[in-house]
């Protein structure tokens, strides 16, 4: 396998993976409530879905089946710059949707608990907690997981002569 064929895929992936999960960071901000925290974990789960399809579409591409380490080294790349550019979306959409949820009088998280004081900072921090641990902890856990599955030889890393 050409060591270019992973950065030249990878800005792609990463604007998929993370307008997926801008689409139901986009629903959670619009809503407002604490008790619908449940679509940001569905975006977490499409982000994994699209990062394990890329693993996928790169170990059947390619001329020579890749190691179990380039793919997992390209579903942690993948994750990386799909994350940077999910902050960068979940960033401006709150600017755009919310522009006031960084001053003190910003808008309040409906139904929130009393951990998080009923301030408006909870709102953001779940929102960007969420975007890092949870698009991290999902695909991180699909590219060490699917690697050991697709590849047909595993002691060699490639495919059996």
């Known amino acids: 396998m050409k060591p270019s ?6 800005p792609v992936v990463a604007l998929i993976a993370a307008a997926a999960f801008g689409i139901s960071a986009l629903f959670y901000i619009v809503r407002l409530s604490f008790s619908q925290s449940w679509i940001l974990y569905v975006g977490n789960a499409v982000f ?8 996928g579409w ?59 004081g009923g301030t408006h900072h909870g709102f953001a921090f ?11 902890a999902a695909s991180f856990f699909i590219s060490l997981m699917l690697p050991f599955s697709i590849a047909r030889n595993q002691r060699t890393g490639g495919v059996q002569p």
């Open 5 to 10: 064929i992973v950065p030249r895929r990878l």
């Open 48 to 55: 994994a879905t699209v990062v394990a399809v890329y693993m």
């Open 58 to 116: 790169l170990y059947k591409t390619a001329d020579s089946k890749p190691s179990v380490i380039v793919l997992i080294r390209s579903g942690h790349l993948a994750a990386i710059a799909g994350i940077v550019v999910s902050l960068v979306v979940c960033l401006l959409l709150l600017l755009v949707l919310q522009p006031a949820v960084f001053s003190p009088a910003g808008p309040d998280l409906q139904k929130a608990p009393a951990q998080l």
């Open 126 to 136: 779940l929102l960007f907690a969420n975007t890092v641990l949870g698009n991290a």
